[in-house]
């Protein structure tokens, strides 16, 4: 079956919600897992132990732990349709800042980590540690226009060894939440066939996790 993420030709109707904003695709992919295996009776929990269990792998430092597990969750709600029934974005932030500190318990960690989320003015923070990563997201989500060239440039333009890690984590959110159609299609229209290619072989892998037809 032929699923062309590049160039926009999915033959079968289902696909074609891949160029809605999130919405679309989510809540029917969620509501097929539901049926599929029973996964919405705890999907949080096996987030939460998968991502633990990878980042301890390489990154043993708490807050970077807790910075990864919530970026797990975040992706996992998105997917959920959490924000689709009405939960602002600054308030499903919040939700799961609040859940994922409850596991540090260092109370210089817990500020440290808690800080990323409180951005006193809207310029770009500058590093290369996660923090500064959860910083940027954090900007980009809450502004009031959910710009994805506006950020990305931006982000990639202050260079620094985390540009590429900023830019990706970033990119990826807000990706997953304004939809194909909603990305810069003069910076699609250039991306490289071999790229396409693989970003459909990634996205033909991602719908059959969701168990879509």
Known sequence: MEKQFGTCKLSNPVFTTLHQPLPSIRAASY????????????????????????????????????????????????????????????GLLRELMEKVEEKLHDKNEKESFQAAFHIPDERYPHGCDVLTTLRLLVLAVSSEHLDFKKHITQIVMQGGEGACVHGGVVGGILGLILGYTNLPQDWLSQLAQENRKFMNTKLNLLLDLFGLP
């Open 31 to 90: 509501s097929q897992r539901q049926d599929a295996d029973g996964w919405s009776k705890g999907p949080d929990h096996e987030v939460e132990m998968n991502a633990e269990r990878i980042c301890k792998a390489s990154h043993s430092d708490p807050v970077v732990r807790a910075t990864c597990l919530f970026l797990a969750l975040l992706v996992a709600s998105l997917l959920q349709g959490k924000n689709a029934e009405g939960v602002p974005l600054t």
